[in-house]
Structures are given as structure tokens and as C-alpha cells.
């Protein structure tokens, strides 16, 4: 019964009841002169009373009844509103479906999730929640779970789970389930959290110690920097490029990406391009602010402002979006950097990638010093043994010869004393000689060498280095000259260290032309650089040996007529490069050997 026709009732009942009390009254009020009539209409009335006292407490307990259910009506209608508040707001997808697996409860958070309205889920299959491979043997985990004893499972009980989105995509998930039944019919309801930033999170910490373990197993400088250049492939990004600065201040490049074929010819031709300070490329900027650098897009007018125009159309055909550009900064120096390049357009830099990036770059960084510190300190051990090999051999033959001489000297009748004399002059002058390379080679080690640079005409030092060897040339018949040359600029150039340049190349010359032969001094400009050489006429150097003659102690032991440190070629490659300048060899067998070098011109 309504409300409102409850309380006309109960109002209806109130006044027949007040109706009936005033003829009672009247009738009490008549019984001293009444007769048995009276007492039958107080009887009467009575009962009637009665009765209407018996209803009108009924309806009044109807009453309070029917303002109980309505005050719980408003507090279940106030529960559910409360209830259905938390499910929407839930970030969690809270999904209910029936005993035939239809949705009957789709939530905000499940909307969230998968991409897909309350509406359009609510009557569908939970199939199209679940990802194909895994819908077949879906139904009889749940008439197990239907049929156990359990009431519920919660989430990390049940193995890894997975869910499809309306896009198609899958994700990983975590679930707890639970079951209500219903008047004979079961409910089942899922809780899904969505963890594919966890999952993702976790994988990039197994990336980064994964990545930090393999960087440990090598000191040696080139593998460290091929892993590095390998590693990140494919995890942060589709190519990587990786320059690292050698002990000698050049910037080397090794590139990575080779998991895609169509990316390999531009990625190895933007590698074999030389970059150095002067490089309009972007990583050189990099290094040299040692600040991370984010470039997208990488378009066309960003490859022209940036990057050598030898690798703008290899990066053209490449393809890249985007790169990150990472320096190698340790405690002292910058030591290289790692440029990640994206060139799938699903794939962009998020806060997180970069962070992980990071994180690897600093790792590869340590990874990479440490090779560095290694590779130092090998070279310092092999300097030392060299340093001890000159000390013990080089320098014992000069001293030997002194202590022979000197022997003789004291005897009471010396021959030859003026012969001995010289001796001992010239195994000094020896010993001297060799002592000053050896600080020389420790100076370029250092980058300490130094230089007192002025300008200086090419044609002055060369006649000077020609005049310091011509006795010595006269005496095995060897022709030395100078070739004229029209003028020269000056160049810019410390004279004494050119003239022990030249010295070095006109002492080897010596030693491997034979009597009768000849050697020619030479000056030409090119471009803004001016190259001395040095020909000789003597037997040639194999080409198999040719890039070992620069190096530090090596010496061809055939054909030369003395020895000596193995150190002369090494100390004028150091010079040379300490000018800015680089030198080089031309050699065939038989045909003699040119020794170039190039000094800047003055400005």
C-alpha cells in the first residue's frame, strides 16, 4: 500500500474513533436513571471501541513498519549508489559475467583497460576479452574453479595471465576471482590489474644487469666498444652508432643494427666517414657540451645543419625519426658517445626509455674506461720492458765502447789515442741520442711534447737537416740534395723539432740506401699544408711491413747498415702530429722509399 493512502486510513480511523467516544460518554453519564437498554448500548459501543482500538493499533503498527522498509529502501538505494561510485572509479578492471560466461559488469577501470565501452561489452562473450590462443582452454578453468570448494582466488595465486584489447594488442595482467551463487545460478567476478609497466620495468633492470655483466667480461678497448654498440639492439632502439675517443685524440665509429638487412649499407657507410673536432656532426657538439641531446625529427634540413655531408644520403636512405645522442663523460674527459636511432615509426622516446638509455650509457661508459685504464696500463708494462731492452742492449754498446776505450787510454803507450778519443765522443754523443728519445717518446705518451712554434720558411729547415748529414753522406758516396721547389709559404712550426724530423727520416735514409746512391729533400704546398719528403734510392719496404714502421722499437733488420733504437720513425710521427699535421710512407721493393710530412701554413 502507498505511503499516502496509509496515512488517510490511519487519519479515517482516528476520527470514526473519536465518533464513537462522545455517545459513550453521553451513555456513562446516564446511568444512575438508565435501564437494561442503556447497558445494551454500552455493550454495544463497547465492542465497537474495542475494535477500533484493535485496527487503529494495527494500522499504526503497519505504519511503523512501512516507514522502516522505507528508510531501508533509501539506505540499500544509498549503498548501491555508494557501491556502483567505488566499481567506477576502481583503476582496476571489476567484471562480472554469468554462468555462461556473458559480461553482466563492465566497470570504468575495465573500460580503461581494454579500450572498450561498458557498452559494448555488457551480453558479449568474455572471449572477446581474451587473447585466441588461450580461448580454447579458458572454459575448463572456469568449470574447475566453478566446481572446487574455493570461493576465491587471489591475484600472484594464479599463473601469468594476459588480456586483448580492442585494438588487438595483448597485455600482461594480474586477477583474483571469486564466485557467488545466486539462487542456483553462479556469479563469477574478476578483479584485472593491467602490469605491463611493471613487467616492463622489471625487464628493463634485467636488461641494464644483463647488460652491465657482459660490458665486465672484457678489457680489451675494441670489444667493449662493439658490445656497446651491440647490446641495445633491439631493446632501445632499432641502429646504434658508437664514437669513442683513441689515446691519440681521434674519434673512431663503429655502427650497429644488423637485425634488420635493409639497414645495414647505410649504417656501415655512415661509419666509414672520419669525423674529428671540426665535424659539423651532431655527436662532436654532444661531446663537447657533454649534455644528452634528444633530435627529432631528424629531417631533411637537421641532417644538413648536423651531420657530414659524405653520410647525408646514407642517413636519408636510413630512415631514422629520432635520436638520442648519449656523451661517455667520465670523472676527467669525455670519452665518446652512443647515439641510439629509431627508425620504426610505433616507437618513440618516453620519459622511461630514456631514463634506461641512460642508465645503460653510464654503465658502457665505466665499461669503456676501464678497457681504456687497461689498455694504459698494458702500454705502460710494454714501455717498460722496451725502456729496460734499450737501457740493457742500446745503451750497453755505446758504454762498452767507452770502457774499452778508456781501457786503453790508461795504458802506459795508447795507440791510436786520437782514434780512441773520438771513440768515446761519438759512443756519448750515441748514448745522448738515445737517452733524448726515450724522454721524447715519454713527452708524446704524456702530450707534454713541446712545441715553440714560429713561422718559419720550409727551405731554411731543410738545408740545415741536409747540412748535419752531408759529411756523413760524402762518406758512403750518397748523393743528398735538395729539389728546387718554387716558393713557399712559411709555416707554422716549431724549426728545431722540423729539423729533428728531418733528421730522423735523413738518418734512416743513410742507413738503408747503399754507397753510390742518393737522397732527395723536397718542399710543395697543398692546399693550406706544406709537404717535406725525403727519397732515397734504397732497396724498398715490403708492403706487409710498411704500417709497422711508425711503430715504436720496430726495426728492419735487413739491408740497413747500422741499428739503432727504433724509435726515430716513432718520435717524428709524434712531432708531425703534435703540429696538426700527419705523415706517410710510399715504398716498393727495389725502388727506394719516400718519407712525406705535412706542416700548416701560416696565417
Not at 41 to 65: C, D, M, S
Not at 90 to 111: K, L, M, P
Not at 259 to 267: C, G, K, V, Y
Not at 398 to 417: D, K
Amino acid at each position: 500500500m502507498p505511503l499516502v493512502h496509509a496515512r488517510l486510513v490511519t487519519i479515517a480511523l482516528r476520527v470514526a474513533t473519536i465518533a464513537l467516544l462522545v455517545p459513550l460518554t453521553v451513555v456513562l453519564t446516564e446511568l444512575p436513571h438508565g435501564t437494561w437498554r442503556v447497558w445494551l448500548r454500552l455493550g454495544t459501543l463497547l465492542i465497537v471501541g474495542a475494535a477500533l482500538g484493535l485496527a487503529l493499533r494495527r494500522q499504526h503498527t503497519f505504519e511503523v513498519r512501512l516507514d522502516e522498509r522505507s528508510r531501508l529502501d533509501r539506505a540499500l538505494a544509498e549503498s548501491e549508489a555508494k557501491f556502483s561510485g567505488i566499481l567506477s572509479i576502481a583503476a582496476d578492471a571489476i567484471i562480472s559475467v554469468d554462468e555462461s560466461q556473458r559480461i553482466i559488469h563492465f566497470n570504468h577501470g575495465a573500460e580503461e583497460i581494454f579500450r572498450l565501452s561498458a557498452a559494448d561489452a555488457i551480453g558479449q562473450s568474455l572471449d572477446i576479452l581474451i587473447p585466441a590462443r588461450f580461448r580454447a582452454a579458458h572454459p575448463a578453468h572456469m568449470r574447475a574453479f566453478a566446481q572446487s570448494g574455493t570461493t576465491a582466488r587471489r591475484m600472484g595465486e594464479r599463473r601469468e595471465i594476459f588480456g586483448l584489447r580492442a585494438d588487438g594488442t595483448e597485455f600482461p595482467a594480474e586477477a583474483s576471482i571469486s564466485k557467488l551463487d545466486l539462487s542456483g545460478h553462479p556469479v563469477f567476478t574478476v578483479v584485472l590489474r593491467d602490469v605491463t609497466e611493471r613487467k616492463r620495468a622489471e625487464e628493463d633492470e634485467r636488461f641494464l644487469a644483463e647488460t652491465a655483466g657482459e660490458l665486465a667480461l672484457t678489457l680489451d678497448p675494441a670489444t667493449a666498444v662493439q658490445a656497446i654498440a651491440d647490446l641495445p639492439i633491439p631493446r632501445l632502439a632499432d641502429a646504434c652508432l658508437v664514437d669513442s675517443v683513441g689515446p691519440d685524440g681521434k674519434v673512431s665509429r663503429i655502427a650497429s643494427g644488423w637485425q634488420r638487412a635493409e639497414l645495414t649499407p647505410p649504417l656501415a657507410a655512415i661509419a666509414a666517414v672520419t669525423i674529428d673536432e671540426d665535424s659539423p656532426a651532431a655527436v662532436i657538439d654532444v661531446m663537447r657540451r657533454g649534455v644528452s641531446s634528444l633530435v627529432t625529427p631528424v629531417d631533411d634540413a637537421w641532417i644538413e645543419a648536423h651531420e657530414e655531408p659524405a653520410t647525408a644520403k646514407h642517413w636519408r636512405v636510413l630512415g631514422a625519426h629520432s635520436l638520442l645522442i648519449i656523451p661517455f663523460v667520465t670523472a676527467k674527459e669525455t670519452i665518446g658517445a652512443l647515439t641510439l636511432i629509431l627508425v620504426d615509426p610505433a616507437r618513440a622516446w618516453t620519459e622511461e626509455a630514456t631514463r634506461v638509455a641512460e642508465k645503460f650509457a653510464a654503465t658502457a661508459t665505466r665499461a669503456l674506461e676501464n678497457a681504456r685504464l687497461y689498455a694504459a696500463a698494458q702500454r705502460a708494462n710494454r714501455a717498460r720492458d722496451e725502456v729496460l731492452g734499450v737501457v740493457s742492449h742500446d745503451l750497453r754498446n755505446p758504454l762498452s765502447a767507452i770502457t774499452m776505450a778508456a781501457s786503453a787510454l790508461r795504458g802506459n803507450e795508447p795507440m791510436n789515442r786520437d782514434e780512441l778519443l773520438a771513440m768515446i765522443g761519438e759512443s756519448a754523443e750515441w748514448m745522448n741520442r738515445l737517452i733524448q728519445d726515450l724522454l721524447d717518446v715519454a713527452n708524446i705518451d704524456r702530450g707534454h711534447l713541446s712545441l715553440h712554434r714560429a713561422s718559419v720558411a720550409p727551405e731554411s729547415m731543410v738545408e740545415q737537416a741536409i747540412h748535419m748529414f752531408s759529411m756523413e753522406a760524402v762518406a758512403h758516396r750518397i748523393s743528398l740534395t735538395a729539389q728546387p721547389a718554387p716558393p713557399l709559404p712559411a709555416v707554422n712550426a716549431d724549426p728545431a723539432r722540423v729539423v729533428q724530423v728531418l733528421g730522423n727520416l735523413l738518418r734512416n735514409a743513410i742507413k738503408f740506401t747503399p754507397d753510390g746512391g742518393s737522397i732527395t729533400v723536397s718542399a710543395t704546398r697543398q692546399d693550406n699544408m706544406v709537404v717535406l719528403s725525403v727519397r732515397d734510392t734504397g732497396r724498398g719496404i715490403a708492403p706487409e711491413v710498411q704500417e709497422k714502421v711508425f711503430d715504436r722499437y720496430w726495426q728492419a733488420r735487413d739491408g740497413a747498415r747500422t741499428h739503432g733504437s727504433g724509435l726515430g720513425l716513432s718520435i717524428a710521427k709524434g712531432i708531425v702530429e703534435a703540429h696538426g699535421g700527419r705523415i706517410w710512407l710510399e715504398s716498393s721493393p727495389g725502388q727506394g722509399s719516400t718519407f712525406s710530412f705535412s706542416l700548416p701554413v701560416s696565417v
